[in-house]
Structures are given as structure tokens and as C-alpha cells.
């Protein structure tokens, strides 16, 4: 495509091309779930003491909503975009403590006495992150159904790095960027990518700039251009746009917590691997623990009653321990509702001998969509998640974690390659990144991507931000089967 053919095809679907419609968005998307926290606080609080507080008296503290947009912006919330979700939970959660906070502060140093308003506030910030991720997710949505909240921006790299950026920023609704062009001197390449265009000529960022007013530049590997073009290109193209994104052709490597080194003026990345240290495994035994009993406690009564149906409804035991691989290839028994009838191997060996497309099914998900040994009770169970709550068990014996890798059987080994021992170095998880990310819907390649990321960049604002996921992955049923 020519420079003179790109300027009628942008300026046919490009109008603007600054973040202020997408930060103007997520501020008012701010504004209102802290608005709704403050009234979740306040109506708790009234429902369980009339005369504690006025519910509707939460409207007078309004006035503290542009305190919090303040503390949001100083926490670099806003555009809101190519934010890590783990990143993004934790700002919110510092910025909400320093809020509420602040208003609980203020308050008692006015009236000398911690009241019912303040159990609202504390009430208010518990249940702010939680209102805050999802009013953001809803307006990540809205903006991408309407497409108004992608930002133009030129990827210079139409090879194998190109593509998988531009195919990722087309799918993703939170990415923010849009590509608009690429660039890229290889002849071999077509006029267009999955309807981005494509100029054969990097040296045009400068006109670009000019002419469309494109203020962000993606650079990708380009194998064809050797050390001097190279350097050529970023100075006198690349470096024309006000931001500029380097992606290393070794990013592979997808560490979110990765650090900039001057080794004496050559540039260095650091990442480590932070499960390897042992006050990090600590804090994530304590979360496990912790949660795993609160969240036993609260649902005691809706597993007793589980294991009483699935005794009521089939033959055999409530509960069923399958055989996994744990940290470093240890094996050990993975509890679950048991949602299979008893001989549901013998089955499994009949099904897969006589029909080979659940044969090739199996092979490629280890799973059956359609899997004739389910119960009718256990199709609910496994539809809901519900089947995997007595891993719970597992975990306060140390066995599992809240979040990690998949729990795998021996003969999935192998379809993890060199990853494997990497990938278990560290428990696997009653939930993790590939199941908020797609569950049973994924290939193995795609899990394997998805561990490593968790592993390279765990923190525990990723776990949380992990179990935040799953409660909207369970309800929806969403790859479960």
C-alpha cells in the first residue's frame, strides 16, 4: 500500500488519536464505583441496624469522590490502558486504603469517636476493589463494542513478532492500542494484515507523524534490517513519535516485573524467579491458609449438602482422588466431588477404542465435552466448578495452592516438553491463569504460555487478581465442562 492510498483509508475510520476519550471514561467509571461503594457500605451497615446510620446520608461525602480521581491519577491509573490487571489491582487496593482512609481520619479527629459511619467506610473500601475491577472490565467493553477507546498506533515489524502483536492488540479489549499501519521494508510481505495496512518503507515515521498526528510506535524484530539500519530506523523513525514501545525479540521472557540494569552504558533486563525465595512462598502458604479456611467456613454447608446429592443420586463414595503430579513431579491424590460414575475408566478405555473422535478429542484436551460417564448431578458440579472445592483439602495439606499451574496426570507430561519441570517447580493451583483466560477452551501450547507468564511474573496481586477472575469464570461456566 502506498503512503497516498493509507492517508484516504485512515482518515476514513481515524478521528482522533489522544487517550483523553478512554481516561475520560475511566474516570467516570471510577467516580461511580466509588459511589457505589460508599452506598454498599452504608446499606450494610443499615441493614443490619436501622438505627446505626442514615443510608441516604452517604450522598453527603460525595464531595471526597475528586480526592479519590486524585489519588487514582497519582497512581498512574489513568489512561487505564496496557495496565497489568495484577498492577491494576494493586494500585486500586493502595489508592482505596489511602482514601477511606483518609476520610476515617479526618472524621474521628472531628468527632473523637469511631461510629457506625466509619464501619461503612471500612465496609465501603472491602468492597471497592471489587466494584472498581468490574465497573473498569464493563467499560473496557462498552468501549471496545463501540470502538471508541482505541488509541492508533504504528507497529514497525510485519514478521513473526509483528503479527502476534497486531493479532493480540485486534483481540484484546483492555490493550488500548489499535495498529493502524505497519512497517517493514520485506518485499515479501502483502499490502495488508488482517485488514491493518502495511507500507513497505520505515523510514516514514517523521510523514506519519505529520500528517496523522500518531503518537505511538510499536517496534517488533525485524530480522532483515542488520545493526546499522537498524539503529537508523529508531533515530530518525521511530524516536519522530511522542511514545515508543520496544518489544526485545527474546519476549519469550514475560516478566512484568522486569528491571532496567547500566551495565557501564550497555542496557540490561533483570528478572528473577520470586517463587525460588522463600519469604514469597511464605506469603503465599499464609493467603492459601488464610483463605482457604475462610472460604471452607462460609461454604461448609453447601459442600455437606453436595456430597449427601452426589451419595443420593449414584452409587459410590461423595468424594474421588484422582491421581496428579504436584511440585517437582510428586504424585499425589487431587480431591474432587465425584461427578463420574464408578467404573468410569473402563468406560473411558471402551469409548476411546470404538469412536476415534473422541479418541483425537482426548488426545489434544485430555477432556470430553460430551463425556458419557458424567452424572447428570456431575455435569452441574463441573459446570459450576463446584466438583473442585474439596481441593481445598489439598491445599491446607500443602499439597495444592490457591493459584498455580494446572494439576496434570502422567501422561501429559510429555505435551509440556522442556517446560515441564519449570512450569511444576512450584505446587500447582486450584485455579490459575489459563482458566481465567480461556479454561478448558485452550490448547496445551496456550497453557504452557500461560504458566510461564504466571511464573515469571508472579506476585500476590497477581493471585488475587487470579481468584478475582475465577468468581467471574465460574459463574459465567465459561470453558468448564
Given at each position: 500500500?502506498?503512503?497516498?492510498?493509507?492517508?484516504?483509508?485512515?482518515?476514513?475510520r481515524?478521528?482522533?488519536?489522544?487517550?483523553?476519550?478512554?481516561a475520560?471514561?475511566?474516570?467516570?467509571?471510577?467516580?461511580?464505583?466509588?459511589?457505589?461503594?460508599?452506598?454498599?457500605?452504608?446499606?450494610?451497615?443499615?441493614?443490619?441496624?436501622?438505627?446505626?446510620?442514615?443510608?441516604?446520608?452517604?450522598?453527603?461525602?460525595?464531595?471526597?469522590?475528586?480526592?479519590?480521581?486524585?489519588?487514582?491519577?497519582?497512581?498512574?491509573?489513568?489512561?487505564?490502558?496496557?495496565?497489568?490487571?495484577?498492577e491494576?489491582?494493586?494500585?486500586?487496593?493502595?489508592?482505596?486504603?489511602?482514601?477511606?482512609?483518609?476520610?476515617?481520619?479526618?472524621?474521628y479527629?472531628?468527632?473523637?469517636?469511631?461510629?457506625?459511619?466509619?464501619v461503612?467506610?471500612?465496609i465501603?473500601?472491602?468492597?471497592?476493589?471489587?466494584?472498581?475491577?468490574?465497573?473498569?472490565?464493563?467499560?473496557?467493553?462498552?468501549?471496545?463494542?463501540?470502538?471508541?477507546?482505541?488509541?492508533?498506533?504504528?507497529?514497525?515489524?510485519g514478521?513473526?513478532?509483528?503479527?502476534?502483536?497486531?493479532?493480540?492488540?485486534?483481540?484484546?479489549?483492555?490493550?488500548?492500542?489499535?495498529?493502524?499501519?505497519?512497517?517493514?521494508?520485506?518485499?515479501?510481505?502483502e499490502?495488508?494484515?488482517?485488514?491493518?495496512?502495511?507500507?513497505?518503507?520505515t523510514k516514514?515515521?517523521?510523514?506519519?507523524?505529520r500528517?496523522?498526528?500518531?503518537?505511538?510506535?510499536?517496534?517488533?524484530?525485524?530480522?532483515?534490517?542488520?545493526?546499522?539500519?537498524?539503529?537508523?530506523?529508531?533515530?530518525?523513525?521511530?524516536?519522530?513519535?511522542?511514545?515508543?514501545?520496544l518489544?526485545?525479540?527474546?519476549?519469550?521472557?514475560?516478566?512484568i516485573?522486569?528491571?532496567?540494569?547500566?551495565?557501564?552504558?550497555?542496557?540490561?533486563?533483570?528478572?528473577?524467579?520470586?517463587?525460588?525465595?522463600?519469604?514469597?512462598?511464605?506469603?503465599?502458604?499464609?493467603?492459601?491458609?488464610?483463605?482457604?479456611?475462610?472460604?471452607?467456613?462460609?461454604?461448609?454447608?453447601?459442600?455437606?449438602?453436595?456430597a449427601?446429592?452426589?451419595?443420593?443420586t449414584?452409587?459410590?463414595?461423595?468424594l474421588y482422588?484422582?491421581?496428579?503430579?504436584g511440585?517437582?513431579?510428586?504424585?499425589?491424590?487431587?480431591?474432587?466431588?465425584?461427578?463420574?460414575?464408578?467404573?468410569?475408566?473402563?468406560?473411558?478405555?471402551?469409548?476411546?477404542?470404538?469412536?476415534?473422535?473422541?479418541?483425537?478429542?482426548?488426545?489434544?484436551?485430555?477432556?470430553?465435552?460430551?463425556?458419557?460417564?458424567?452424572?447428570?448431578?456431575?455435569?452441574?458440579?463441573?459446570?459450576?466448578?463446584?466438583?473442585?472445592?474439596?481441593?481445598?483439602?489439598n491445599?491446607?495439606?500443602?499439597?495444592?495452592?490457591?493459584?498455580?499451574?494446572?494439576?496434570?496426570?502422567?501422561?501429559?507430561?510429555?505435551?509440556?516438553?522442556?517446560?515441564y519441570?519449570?512450569?511444576?517447580?512450584?505446587?500447582?493451583?486450584?485455579?490459575?491463569?489459563w482458566?481465567?483466560?480461556?479454561?478448558?477452551?485452550?490448547?496445551?501450547n496456550?497453557?504452557?504460555?500461560?504458566?510461564?507468564?504466571?511464573?515469571q511474573?508472579?506476585?500476590?496481586?497477581?493471585?488475587?487478581?487470579?481468584?478475582?477472575?475465577?468468581?467471574?469464570?465460574?459463574?459465567?461456566?465459561?470453558?468448564?465442562y
Amino acid at each position: 500500500m502506498t503512503l497516498t492510498e493509507f492517508d484516504i483509508w485512515y482518515r476514513s475510520r481515524y478521528r482522533r488519536t489522544s487517550s483523553a476519550l478512554t481516561a475520560t471514561a475511566m474516570i467516570l467509571s471510577d467516580l461511580l464505583g466509588v459511589m457505589l461503594s460508599f452506598g454498599s457500605g452504608f446499606f450494610l451497615v443499615n441493614l443490619y441496624d436501622l438505627s446505626a446510620i442514615n443510608f441516604k446520608s452517604f450522598v453527603t461525602y460525595w464531595p471526597y469522590l475528586p480526592v479519590f480521581i486524585l489519588v487514582f491519577q497519582v497512581s498512574n491509573l489513568y489512561p487505564g490502558i496496557s495496565l497489568a490487571p495484577s498492577e491494576e489491582l494493586k494500585h486500586f487496593v493502595v489508592s482505596s486504603l489511602m482514601g477511606h482512609g483518609g476520610i476515617i481520619f479526618s472524621r474521628y479527629i472531628e468527632d473523637q469517636e469511631f461510629d457506625a459511619i466509619s464501619v461503612a467506610f471500612i465496609i465501603s473500601c472491602v468492597v471497592s476493589i471489587f466494584i472498581l475491577l468490574s465497573c473498569r472490565s464493563i467499560t473496557h467493553s462498552l468501549l471496545s463494542k463501540f470502538r471508541l477507546g482505541g488509541i492508533p498506533a504504528v507497529v514497525f515489524g510485519g514478521g513473526t513478532m509483528g503479527r502476534m502483536l497486531v493479532d493480540r492488540l485486534l483481540n484484546s479489549k483492555k490493550a488500548g492500542y489499535v495498529p493502524a499501519l505497519i512497517l517493514d521494508e520485506d518485499p515479501a510481505l502483502e499490502d495488508v494484515y488482517h485488514g491493518v495496512p502495511i507500507i513497505r518503507d520505515t523510514k516514514i515515521g517523521p510523514e506519519i507523524v505529520r500528517r496523522f498526528n500518531i503518537k505511538m510506535a510499536i517496534v517488533t524484530s525485524m530480522p532483515n534490517l542488520d545493526a546499522q539500519e537498524w539503529n537508523a530506523m529508531l533515530h530518525n523513525s521511530v524516536f519522530a513519535f511522542r511514545y515508543h514501545v520496544l518489544i526485545p525479540e527474546f519476549s519469550n521472557i514475560t516478566n512484568i516485573w522486569m528491571s532496567v540494569r547500566d551495565f557501564d552504558g550497555l542496557l540490561g533486563f533483570v528478572t528473577s524467579h520470586k517463587l525460588k525465595m522463600f519469604w514469597n512462598l511464605g506469603i503465599k502458604r499464609f493467603v492459601d491458609i488464610s483463605l482457604s479456611l475462610i472460604i471452607g467456613l462460609i461454604l461448609l454447608p453447601l459442600l455437606l449438602a453436595i456430597a449427601l446429592l452426589v451419595k443420593v443420586t449414584s452409587p459410590g463414595p461423595a468424594l474421588y482422588g484422582h491421581k496428579r503430579l504436584g511440585i517437582n513431579g510428586k504424585p499425589f491424590k487431587a480431591y474432587k466431588f465425584r461427578s463420574m460414575v464408578i467404573d468410569a475408566d473402563h468406560r473411558l478405555k471402551a469409548l476411546l477404542a470404538s469412536d476415534p473422535k473422541a479418541r483425537s478429542e482426548w488426545d489434544v484436551h485430555r477432556k470430553l465435552k460430551d463425556d458419557p460417564r458424567v452424572t447428570k448431578v456431575g455435569k452441574f458440579l463441573r459446570q459450576t466448578s463446584l466438583d473442585e472445592f474439596p481441593q481445598l483439602i489439598n491445599i491446607l495439606k500443602g499439597e495444592m495452592s490457591l493459584v498455580g499451574p494446572r494439576p496434570i496426570v502422567e501422561d501429559e507430561v510429555v505435551k509440556y516438553g522442556e517446560d515441564y519441570r519449570r512450569i511444576f517447580s512450584v505446587k500447582p493451583g486450584l485455579s490459575g491463569l489459563w482458566q481465567v483466560s480461556g479454561r478448558s477452551d485452550t490448547d496445551y501450547n496456550e497453557r504452557v504460555a500461560f504458566d510461564l507468564y504466571y511464573l515469571q511474573s508472579w506476585s500476590v496481586w497477581l493471585d488475587l487478581w487470579i481468584l478475582y477472575k475465577t468468581i467471574g469464570v465460574v459463574i459465567k461456566g465459561k470453558g468448564a465442562y
